[in-house]
Nanobody, 117 residues
Framework: QVQLVESGGGLVQPGGSLRLSCAAS????????MGWYRQAPGKQRELVAS???????NYADAVKGRFTISRDNAKNTVYLQMNTLNVEDTAVYYC???????????WGQGTQVTVSS
């Protein structure tokens, strides 16, 4: 198992930006596929972005062109740069780690992102 801790959430006005970080424990971080999910009130948890051990990325249609996922294996950290935020981006954002061969999900505690004027 790997432990994940998210940070960087907060309150921002529409059009603003935030950068989320997810710090992971362990020595095998580079082998994990990492992802960011979000869950808004009354909604199901949904994938926002993911990045494989090889650096391939995937984004939800709603955030393409606005969000960027990246990883720094030397720091055991995954980032989510969020630009041009809108009210619909308001949610708790969760970090996810999966060792693809095993297929088990590891989750962080989540960080709140609120976009409001």
């Amino acid at each position: 198992q790997v432990q994940l801790v998210e940070s960087g959430g907060g309150l921002v006005q529409p059009g603003g930006s935030l950068r989320l970080s997810c710090a992971a424990s362990g020595n095998n971080f580079r082998f994990y596929t990492m992802g960011w999910y979000r869950q808004a009130p009354g909604k199901q948890r949904e994938l926002v972005a993911s990045i494989t051990s090889g650096g391939s990325t995937n984004y939800a249609d709603a955030v393409k062109g606005r969000f960027t996922i990246s990883r720094d294996n030397a720091k055991n950290t995954v980032y989510l740069q969020m630009n041009t935020l809108n009210v619909e981006d308001t949610a708790v954002y969760y970090c996810n780690a999966r060792l693809v061969v095993v297929g088990h999900d590891n989750w962080g505690q989540g960080t709140q992102v609120t976009v409001s004027s």
